[in-house]
Every structure is written in structure tokens, then in C-alpha cells.
T-cell receptor
Framework: DTEVTQTPKHLVMGMTNKKSLKCEQH?????MYWYKQKAKKPPELMFV???????INESVPSRFSPECPNSSLLNLHLHALQPEDSALYLC???????????FGPGTRLTVL | ELKVEQNPLFLSMQEGKNYTIYCNYS?????LYWYRQDPGKSLESLFV?????AVKQEGRLMASLDTKARLSTLHITAAVHDLSATYFC?????????????FGKGTRLSVIA
């Protein structure tokens, strides 16, 4: 299995909702990442998990809460989001933090 | 702080023509990646360049890395419509403890008949 999967593909939520994005990989990679990408912009790093520990948090608002239940799974819990949080959320994984990153298909999030 | 600059940001080229996209970066690094992104889709890894002088080719695309000049190029040969996409270079800031991968702004390529 050489891919990163993400669910759901699309998500529409209100500003008072709580939802979660899920990411999974079965390549034995020990680093996993969350990126946010706005239209016509490059991906912006949000969080990095290395060996299941949060190693980088790029000053992301607390309404985004990452979780790494095990080495194959990465979640992003969402609560009280704002319309400007609407974006494509990409998950990626790499063998270690200093290796090529493989990206999942993304979740298109719309906050109403 | 590592900065990555791509140019051009927009490129409209005719089918059959050749062109080069440039990626400059500001601090020492010997790991550089090229990704392709189609509209509304995720990033697809194209090339991994891990040393000075590295050159890789796949079909009509060829990437090279000059770590002394802090420059990578993505050369397109005899462009076809299927190459229309946004191309990102990304540079790894090794050992700094900061953001592991810094992306350029992307080059939006449109190949026209």
C-alpha cells in the first residue's frame, strides 16, 4: 500500500459544529503532516507528528486540534471554525521528518 | 529563515515549445522536491533531488539541482496540453528544527494549441 488516504473528501460545517478530518497511511512512515491550502496558494504547514509526538505546531489557532492515535493515523479535530478556515486540508507522510513527503487527496472544507 | 522563490509564477506556452521554470532558495540545503498539482487535486511528487548536480528526467520534464547556486530548474521539452498544471518546488531546511519543507509560490502552467 503506497498511498495516503483522507476522509471525508468534502465537508461543509457551520461555525458551531465539531468535526474531524482523518488521515491514514500504511507505508510504515513515522512522520505525518497537516497542511492547509487556500486557492492558488502553496500549502501551509500546520502540524508535524514525528514518531507519534507533535514536533511542530506552526502557531495554528486552538480551534484546530491534531491527534495521532497511532503511527498510521492522524486526525484533525475542528471546533468553532471561521469562514476564512475554508480551504483544502492536505495530509502527508514521510519515512522520517527528513524524507520525501507523500500527499493524500485532501479534504475540501467549507465553513458557513 | 529559508525563502524559496519560483519564477515565472504564470506561464502560457504553445504546444511543442520548450521552457524552463526556476526555483531559487536562500539558505544551504541539498534536498529539493518538485510537485505537480492539478486544479482541485492534491500534490503529486515529480522529482526528488538530493545532491549537487542531480539531474532527473521523466517524459518531457527534466529537473536539476545546483546547490552552490541554490538553484533548481524544471525544464519542459515539447510541451503538450496534459502538462497544464501548477508546479511547486519545495526545499528542505535540514536540521534547523523549523518548518521541514518550504514551498515556492508555484508556477501555473497553461499549454495552449
Amino acid at each position: 500500500d503506497t498511498e495516503v488516504t483522507q476522509t471525508p473528501k468534502h465537508l461543509v460545517m457551520g461555525m458551531t459544529n465539531k468535526k474531524s478530518l482523518k488521515c491514514e497511511q500504511h507505508m510504515g512512515h513515522r512522520a505525518m503532516y497537516w497542511y492547509k491550502q487556500k486557492a492558488k496558494k502553496p500549502p501551509e504547514l500546520m502540524f508535524v507528528y514525528s514518531y507519534e509526538k507533535l514536533s511542530i505546531n506552526e502557531s495554528v489557532p486552538s480551534r484546530f486540534s491534531p491527534e495521532c492515535p497511532n503511527s498510521s493515523l492522524l486526525n484533525l479535530h475542528l471546533h468553532a471554525l471561521q469562514p476564512e478556515d475554508s480551504a483544502l486540508y492536505l495530509c502527508a507522510s514521510s519515512e522520517t521528518p527528513s524524507y520525501e513527503q507523500f500527499f493524500g487527496p485532501g479534504t475540501r472544507l467549507t465553513v458557513l | 529563515e529559508l525563502k524559496v522563490e519560483q519564477n515565472p509564477l504564470f506561464l502560457s506556452m504553445q504546444e511543442g515549445k520548450n521552457y524552463t521554470i526556476y526555483c531559487n532558495y536562500s539558505t544551504t540545503s541539498d534536498r529539493l522536491y518538485w510537485y505537480r498539482q492539478d486544479p482541485g487535486k492534491s500534490l503529486e511528487s515529480l522529482f526528488v533531488l538530493l545532491s549537487n548536480g542531480a539531474v532527473k528526467q521523466e517524459g518531457r520534464l527534466m529537473a536539476s539541482l545546483d546547490t552552490k547556486a541554490r538553484l533548481s530548474t524544471l525544464h519542459i521539452t515539447a510541451a503538450v496540453h496534459d502538462l497544464s498544471a501548477t508546479y511547486f518546488c519545495a526545499v528542505e531546511e535540514v536540521g534547523s528544527g523549523n518548518t521541514p519543507l518550504v514551498f515556492g509560490k508555484g508556477t501555473r502552467l497553461s499549454v495552449i494549441a
